[in-house]
């Protein structure tokens, strides 16, 4: 299963008595293996993979003042490229032309942050419908 989303990571801390937000908006690419399970019309799949992410935004707020900034690398020497997993169930039960699903997902990241201060580090959870075109 391939997926195209939008990703907000980021983080809040204080240095020098001062307190900062970060928030790094990434397009990320998770490329699964899901396997499903069951039978009738209830199903259960489980789902493991990798995942590749860029920022498209940067945006830090510090002492009331709002910088953004954008791109691959900033002055900072922060690459962008951010690699990690997802790991996560679901369930998915047939109702009228497709199935309405229930997804759990933990996604880490490995690498490509700018410092120790962001955790990449997220529990998802997201529900929704799939239609269904031609044989079920």
């Known amino acids: 299963q391939m997926e195209v989303n939008s990703s907000p990571k980021g983080s809040v801390y ?4 001062e307190e900062i937000e970060e928030v790094y908006n990434y397009v990320e690419v998770p490329l699964l293996l899901k ?17 590749a992410a860029v920022p498209y935004n940067i945006k830090t707020v510090s002492g009331g003042q709002e910088e953004k900034g ?3 690398s900033d002055e900072n020497g922060f690459d962008g490229l951010d690699l990690g997993l997802h790991v996560g169930a679901g369930l998915s039960y047939n109702i009228g032309p497709g199935r309405i699903l229930g997804e759990l997902r933990y996604a880490t990241g490995f690498e490509g942050l700018p410092d ?5 580090k997220a529990l998802l959870f997201s529900v929704g419908y799939l239609f269904t075109f031609g044989n079920k």
């Open 116 to 120: 120790e201060f962001v955790d990449p």
């Open 35 to 51: 396997l499903n399970f069951g039978a009738n019309n209830l199903n259960y799949y489980g789902l493991i993979g990798g995942f």
């Open 70 to 72: 954008g791109g691959l």
């Open 14 to 17: 204080t240095f020098i008595d």
